[in-house]
């Protein structure tokens, strides 16, 4: 099955030839994909080899001469490692970019935990004015990576998975979409746990909000889905559980309020295997859901599963 | 050759420790700040192309300054060039004042990058000469200026294995060699650029004709580094 990572050097190597703004940094991983497009615009699309501080850094410095930068590596590598190049070379710069990751939560459980960066998102929540793409099916991330070059000069981080919905949905790269009404609390379903959430919430009488962009957090949208469902919200996460509860609290500020943070544990789990059972592991498979959000909304015993 | 200034007077090299005097508050910074002078001084008033009316011009020289500590004789050398009033010196470090105890671009007229993390300035320099180079202006000069004690950081040596490799004939560095770097470098400064592939000078930092010879040698198709040696830090 077509991975949201297959589709991201396709769909940059397109913008190459119609944005000559537009410019691709590596660090070696994701070369092959591009060789085709390095060959066209041998000047903007630059391997730096194994050198993530300087992946960072040379991306604000195409920035700083009008360039569009696209910088591309696994997450860890990504966001954690250059760090401080992050916040320093574009934040403090006053420069854009677009950071694309691939292999952030557990997308390789049989590489560990060296390649494994469940903060990634909460990590990037302690710098200013990241907007955060977390698309859940190959079609979204085409439609979010091309929202995120043409975003002008913003920050923009877009975070692709080999966990995806088996179905893509329309989304507008900002605001999040009612995919299921009810009345006994709100569901907030991020990027690639949709299906596992709209099977856990079969027959309870939940709002499912689906959010592909999580920064900025759509505050209004999750304030109307409360007016009919009420204040109860779970988060349902696929990185650090609770990395969006703030974002809750923030918006319902007022208003007394309940939020449950479900997402990717905080301990490290020391195991390999697949995909599926580290989902599990973390509780964020179908039945886990149920149980948790169905006992937090009050639900559990009076709806029978399946009903 | 001096340029009028926003308060009309004109300022010389013999007025740059008078323009330092009036900044006060950084004396642990004083060593640093002083190293740099003379590099400033020749780069500034014979060899880069940029002037405070063309500070937005995508063909104008670069200039960065990685070593944002002791940033005093760059303030110095800006008001002296016109790029900010002299009469923003006294203010140094004040909570209104734009010029901080590490410069910051978006507050001071003329910097390209804020500074003061070490380890930064080159790597955006190297990004700056790409960026600059896939746009076809192959003119522009990019400069960038770092301590011999910065050079430590990993990210310099991440750019250094890059630049040379790479090409980048538009990219120069600047190494202001005070020996305060506490584990001197193996087989000296230059040597590790020239291991890299970059064109090496090794000059006095404080003769400017030196200086100025060292910065416009020809370099084809390598990067640039003049390695400037002065008194030591702790001499």
């Known amino acids: 099955m077509e991975t949201m990572r297959d589709r991201f050097a396709p769909v940059v190597s397109r913008l190459l030839d119609e944005d000559p703004r537009v410019a691709v940094v590596l660090a070696e991983i994701g070369k092959d994909a591009f060789r085709e497009a390095m060959a066209r615009h041998p000047d903007r699309v630059v391997n730096v080899g194994i050198r993530e501080q300087l992946l960072i850094g040379a991306a604000s410095g195409l920035a700083l001469t009008g360039l569009r930068p696209v910088v591309h590596t696994f997450a860890s590598f990504l966001v954690e490692r250059p760090f401080e190049q992050v916040k320093l070379d574009l934040g403090h710069q006053d420069a854009g970019a677009v950071l694309v990751s691939a292999a952030a939560s557990f997308d390789w459980p049989a590489g560990g935990f060296t390649h494994m960066a469940p903060g990634d998102v909460a990590l990037l929540d302690t710098l200013d004015g990241w907007t955060v793409q977390v698309p859940g099916h190959p079609d979204e991330a085409e439609t979010l990576l091309r929202h995120a070059v043409a975003a002008g000069d913003d920050k923009v ?59 900025p957090f759509d505050t209004a949208g999750l304030r109307r889905a ?4 009420g204040t109860d919200v779970v988060l349902v996460e696929p990185y650090l559980a609770g990395t969006s509860t703030a974002a809750v609290s923030d918006a319902l500020c007022d208003v007394p309020h309940r939020v449950l ?3 990717v544990g905080r301990r490290e789990l020391r195991r390999y295997g697949t995909i599926e059972e580290h989902v599990a592991a973390h509780g964020l498979d179908a039945r886990s859901l149920r149980d948790r959000i169905g006992r937090f909304v009050g639900a559990v015993g009076r709806v029978a599963v399946g009903a | 050759m001096t340029i009028t200034a926003h308060d009309s007077r004109t300022y010389g090299y013999d007025d740059l420790p ?46 960065l300054l990685s070593k944002g500590h002791g940033p005093m004789a760059y303030y110095a050398v800006l008001a002296a060039k016109g790029f900010v009033p002299a009469g923003w010196l006294p203010g140094f470090g004040a909570y209104d004042s734009p010029l901080g105890h590490h410069p910051d671009r978006v507050l001071v007229p003329g910097a390209e990058i804020g500074s003061g993390s ?31 004690a910065e050079l430590d950081e990993g990210s310099n040596h991440e750019a250094i294995a890059f630049a ?25 400064i230059a040597a590790r650029f020239e291991a890299a592939g970059w064109s090496a000078v090794t000059v006095d930092g404080r003769d400017h004709e030196a200086l100025y010879a060292a910065f416009t040698a020809p370099h084809p198709g390598r990067p640039h580094v003049v390695v400037a040696r002065v008194e030591p830090k702790n001499a």
């Open chain 1, 157 to 215: 981080y877009v975070r692709l998975s080999a966990q995806a919905n088996r179905q893509g949905r329309v989304i507008d790269g900002e605001h999040f979409v009612a995919v299921r009404e009810g009345r006994r609390g709100v569901v907030v379903a991020v990027g690639p746990v949709l299906d596992a959430v709209l099977a856990a919430t079969e027959g309870l009488d939940v709002t499912v909000l689906y959010a592909t962009t999580v920064r």
């Open chain 1, 226 to 229: 409360t007016e009919a469902a």
């Open chain 1, 261 to 263: 943070g479900l997402g």
């Open chain 2, 18 to 63: 008078g323009l330092m005097s009036l900044m006060t508050g950084d004396e642990k910074h004083g060593p640093a700040a002083t190293s740099t002078l003379d590099v400033l001084w020749v780069l500034y008033d014979r060899v880069l192309r940029v002037a405070p009316e063309g500070r937005a011009d995508p063909a104008r020289d670069r200039f």
């Open chain 2, 118 to 148: 070490l380890g930064h300035g080159l790597p955006i320099a190297v990004g700056s000469a790409l960026g600059l180079r896939a746009q076809g202006l192959h003119d522009p000069a990019v400069w960038v200026l770092i301590g011999d």
């Open chain 2, 164 to 188: 040379g490799p790479a090409g980048l004939e538009r990219l120069h560095t600047i190494v202001v060699d005070n020996s305060s770097a506490s584990h001197a470098r193996p087989g000296g």
